[in-house]
């Protein structure tokens, strides 16, 4: 996904003269390229994320379109006040690319796994967040989000596989579905998109249908989509990589509260901060509930209606 959306950014610079990117003194193997082929448009502000966003943000005042390009914990996270004084508050079209959504650095403990970062940017009306599933919808989206006058935080993911059936389709405030399924909806945030079909296909040889409703947009949302779709089934499961409060499942929650729906809901991610885990993606995804085959049992036990509440991932730290 970072190849995607280096080269894609090339090919828009190449066409537009206001784009510039700022790393935080990282990616250089899919960076030098823009660096290469535009030196007066990049700038390694090294490890200094808040002066990366305000210098970013003269550059927006300047006429350009700054790339601000960094883990997603410390480019969420480090520079969040510079964000929301600077490019939020001013509506200026600074673009914070968080590189590592989820649980991606698994190998390099809790300080950088990204577990609240959509949330914590999705609350400030300001700004819109995206979070692309694929490298193909990395294409796509990248050229709608240039034409946004105000910030944007992009969230990718290291490493991702095409997400079958979803074609590279992203529109910003809409849910892109795959599958008419009508016995469950898998509401997927961007990189789990993959692993929401592969529960599908678990869940259909059990004999349940299963649509995949794909969020790659979280603001502006995606609202009159998945009211639409969650009012034709019984249960909606949220799955990300991502604490369970302030994103996808809070969206979700949302959504069917506010239009009255009668779904029930089970939200699958992170409960407690993953203090001690680490490890490939794949194993932390098992670790806290997030594998195909946890997520298809946690949604075929909302259909049996059992009594206690369902709930998925650690409720312990350790």
């Known amino acids: 996904m970072r190849s995607a959306f280096a080269q894609t950014l090339l090919d828009l610079a190449a066409e537009d003269e206001r784009i510039a990117l700022l790393t935080g003194d990282l990616g250089f193997a899919v960076l030098e390229p823009f660096a290469e082929r535009f030196p ?10 808040q002066n990366m966003v305000g210098l970013a943000t003269g550059l927006a005042e300047a006429g350009y379109t700054p790339y601000v390009y960094s883990i997603a914990t410390f480019a969420s996270m480090r520079g969040y006040e510079f964000v929301r004084n600077g490019p939020i508050l001013h ?11 989820g649980m991606d650095y698994g190998h390099n403990g809790v300080t950088h796994y990204a577990l609240e970062d959509a949330g914590i940017m999705r609350v400030q009306p300001g700004i819109a967040v995206v979070a692309p599933a694929d490298p193909q919808q990395t294409r796509a989206a990248l050229p709608a989000i240039q034409t946004l006058p105000g910030p944007v935080y992009l969230r990718l993911g290291k490493e991702s596989q095409p997400v079958p059936g979803l074609d590279g389709r992203f529109a910003l405030g809409r849910a892109e579905r795959i599958g008419e399924g009508r016995d469950v ?7 789990m998109a993959a692993t ?3 529960t599908a296909e678990r869940l259909a040889a059990d004999g349940v249908e299963a649509s995949v409703l794909v969020v790659s947009s979280l603001n502006p949302a995606p609202t009159e989509d998945l009211a639409e ?3 034709e089934v019984p249960v909606a499961l949220s799955a990300e990589a991502h604490y369970v409060n302030g994103a996808l499942g809070s ?5 069917i509260a506010e239009h009255g729906l009668g779904c029930r809901l089970v939200r699958a991610g992170l409960r407690a901060m993953p203090i001690g885990a680490t490890g490939s993606r794949p194993h932390l995804y098992e670790r806290h509930g997030l594998a195909p085959e946890q997520l298809a049992a946690s949604a075929l036990r909302a259909l049996d209606g059992a009594s206690a509440p369902v709930t998925t991932g650690a409720t312990h730290p350790r």
């Open 229 to 231: 779709a969650l009012a």
């Open 251 to 255: 969206l979700v929650a949302e959504t």
């Open 185 to 191: 909806a898998l509401v997927a945030l961007g990189g």
């Open 196 to 198: 929401a079909v592969e």
């Open 40 to 49: 007066d448009r990049f700038w390694n502000a090294g490890v200094a994320e």
């Open 91 to 101: 509506e200026l079209p600074v673009r914070v690319v968080g590189v590592g959504g």
